[in-house]
Each structure stands twice: as structure tokens, then as C-alpha cells.
């Protein structure tokens, strides 16, 4: 078993930043990708970024240049770094860790970009 949480999240101003972290725990050896989602009201869980063993890392488009994902192997965690945020980037956000056959979520952080 594989237990993730996320922590960081909380109230921004637009154009502001905050970072997100997610810490693994339980038998993580076998984590071969971790990633982030994000969830908004009314709407399906989304990409956000993922970064995989082999250091392959993506962004969805509408967070491109703006988010950066960092992965530390050996602590196997990740962190979300999130600048010039935007209303629309309000959302739960969840860490994704998957193993070579079972995926898990942290419980998610709530984020909410407004004036």
C-alpha cells in the first residue's frame, strides 16, 4: 500500500503563486510515476502534470509555462510549483502515484484563486 497527501494549498490573489507538495509513504519502492490532477466544480478530473521515472515530464496546455512539477526520487515526493495563478486554476488538486499495477490518490488540497 501506498499512501499519498497533499499539503500546501489555501487561499491566492490572481498573479499569485503557491507550491503544492506531495509526500508518499507505505511501500513506495515500486512508484514508477507520480503526477498531478485537478478537479473544479461541475467539471472531470484533468492532467495538470505528470513526471515519470525516466524523467519524462508533460504539462497540460492551460498550465504550460506557468506550473513546474519537481520529483525527489528518493523521498518519493513531489512538488507542484504554481505561479501567476488564475481563477480558473481554482480546483482540488490531487497527487497521483502509480506502481506497475495499482494506481493511488492523495486526498486532495483545495485551491482558490480569487481577489
Known amino acids: 500500500q501506498v499512501q499519498l497527501v497533499e499539503s500546501g494549498g489555501g487561499l491566492v490573489q490572481p498573479g499569485g503563486s503557491l507550491r503544492l507538495s506531495c509526500a508518499a509513504s507505505?511501500?513506495?519502492?515500486?512508484?514508477?510515476?507520480m503526477g498531478w490532477y485537478r478537479q473544479a466544480p461541475g467539471k472531470a478530473r484533468e492532467l495538470v502534470a505528470t513526471?515519470?521515472?525516466?524523467?519524462?515530464?508533460n504539462y497540460a496546455d492551460s498550465v504550460k509555462g506557468r506550473f513546474t512539477i519537481s520529483r525527489d526520487n528518493a523521498k518519493v515526493t513531489s512538488d507542484l510549483d504554481m505561479n501567476n495563478l488564475k481563477p480558473e486554476d481554482t480546483a482540488v488538486y490531487y497527487c497521483r502515484g502509480r506502481s506497475r499495477s495499482d494506481s493511488y490518490w492523495g486526498q486532495g488540497t483545495q485551491v482558490t484563486v480569487s481577489s
Open positions: 507505505g511501500n513506495v519502492a515500486t512508484i514508477i510515476y
Open positions: 513526471f515519470t521515472s525516466g524523467g519524462y515530464i
